[in-house]
């Protein structure tokens, strides 16, 4: 049997872009995106820290 949601991928990739969106947003006006976004993202948020302006 196949114990997949059909939806589960489309959900995960639409929470995905949402974080996306939000770091980007984020960044955009000055500030730190959230954690959890950057998680989802696969980016460690103690290294976002390290990442400099130019």
Do not use: C, W
């Not at 939000?22 to 998680?39: F, I, K, M, S």
């Amino acid at each position: 049997m196949n114990n997949r949601k059909p939806l589960g991928r489309i959900g995960e990739l639409v929470r995905t872009f949402g974080s996306a969106v939000a770091a980007a947003a984020a960044v955009e006006r000055g500030h730190r995106p959230n954690n959890q976004d950057l998680v989802m993202l696969g980016i460690d948020p103690r290294h976002f820290d390290r990442i400099r302006k130019y």
